[in-house]
């Protein structure tokens, strides 16, 4: 697929967009980057989005009061995107109602993505959802409002045009969508900057509470649902301990969970480059991208740290003796 209208034949007239359980900014970005772009340019569509209800930060995004939380009860659109999902039980909502769409289309950038849809379109390569949906769209075709959304996607899973994944094309495309005249350091600010005060809070404790494992070459911290109910916060709260974690010296791995059920634990890992935290994730059911993955896993803390810990120890040694 080159462009976007390639898949708007004229027999499509219904088109549902949707995004990954527990929607992050690259998803919420490409959803509604594709969503508006769709309403905007192809009048005679019915088009709906569907994904897990957002955090407040990304309700600034034009139309994402349209956005349906809820599993449709009559759903066979002609065709169904879906945006930044690496496999088909991440679709959330609208996982049961799937394979009742008439033609599925994937958009996105997990290397751990094998293709689950009729039509795949899967870049690596690229930084965020967001910046694959924009290569597919017409720039001169783009609004302000949808730039402002595919612009907070890529910051989002660029952490601001810092992580690996950032290329110069990377910088080039938000060149672009600066160029529509988006409050591009308003939306750094206040999407990806700002903090509440109990996430610094809950941050501040993760870390005061972390351990260090081989060397300090591996760190350890999370939260148990007991400290999430006291503070009040939810796993979107959460979002970018894992990233502090990281930066710490010394530090190729950084693990994060949180207690996401009766000794359940969604982790989070992130990598420095030695070690392919997707491919541990992979293991558990998980994955993501080398230097960023998840799984969720069963059992104690200490079950999650002794069972990711070999797989990490391996890769470390395996680095070192590429050294
Ligand atoms: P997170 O640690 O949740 O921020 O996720 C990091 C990356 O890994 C994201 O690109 C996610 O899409 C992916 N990821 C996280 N959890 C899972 C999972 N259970 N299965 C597959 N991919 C995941
Ligand atoms: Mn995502
Ligand atoms: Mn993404």
């Known amino acids: 697929m ?4 390639e898949i708007i034949t004229p027999d499509i007239k219904t088109v549902a967009v949707a995004g990954h359980v527990r929607p992050d900014g ?26 897990e209800s957002i955090r407040d930060i ?40 799937y394979s009742q769409a008439k033609k599925t289309v994937c958009i996105d950038h997990h290397v751990s993505n094998l293709g689950f849809a009729m039509v795949n379109h899967v870049v690596p390569e690229s930084s965020s959802a967001s910046e694959v949906i924009y290569e597919l769209l017409e720039d001169e075709k783009i609004s302000k409002n949808t730039a402002e959304a595919l612009y907070t996607g890529i910051v989002h899973d ?3 045009f810092q992580f690996s994944c950032t290329s110069s094309r990377t910088m080039e495309i938000a060149g672009k969508l600066m160029d529509k005249d988006i409050p591009f350091s308003w939306i ?10 109990v996430q610094n809070q809950i941050l501040g404790r993760t870390i005061l509470e972390s351990i260090l494992l081989m060397d300090g070459r591996v760190i350890v911290g999370g939260v148990h649902a007991r400290e ?10 959460l979002d970018g301990i ?31 480059g030695i070690v392919d935290v997707s491919k541990i994730a992979g293991y558990f059911n998980g994955g993501g991208h080398v230097k960023a993955a998840g799984c969720t896993m069963q ?20 680095g070192k003796k590429l050294d």
């Not at 750094?188 to 005060?197: A, E, L, R, S, V």
């Not at 079950?303 to 395996?318: F, G, S």
Request: hydrophobic share 35%; aromatic share 12%.
């Open 242 to 272: 894992v990233n502090q974690m990281r930066i710490t010296k010394g530090v190729e791995v950084a693990i994060f969970f949180y207690e996401s059920g009766n000794h359940e634990f969604k982790v989070s890992m992130r990598s420095n």
């Open 58 to 97: 990304f309700q600034f995004i034009k139309c994402s009061d349209e956005i349906i939380s809820e599993c449709p009860q009559d759903f066979s659109p002609d065709l169904l995107i879906t945006c930044d999902a690496s496999s088909s039980d991440r679709i959330g909502i609208l996982t049961d109602v």
């Open 26 to 51: 690259d998803c919420v970005g490409s959803c509604m980057g594709l969503y508006l772009y769709l309403k905007e340019n192809y009048p005679q569509l019915e088009v709906h989005v569907y994904m």
């Open 228 to 237: 999430m109910d006291f503070y009040k916060v939810t796993p979107k709260d």
């Open 299 to 318: 059992g104690s803390v200490y079950d999650v740290i002794n069972n990711l810990t070999p797989y990490i120890e391996e890769q470390l040694n395996e």
């Open 158 to 160: 660029t952490g601001m």
């Open 2 to 5: 080159k462009k976007i209208a």
């Open 188 to 197: 750094i600010d206040t999407t990806f900057n700002q903090k509440t005060y």
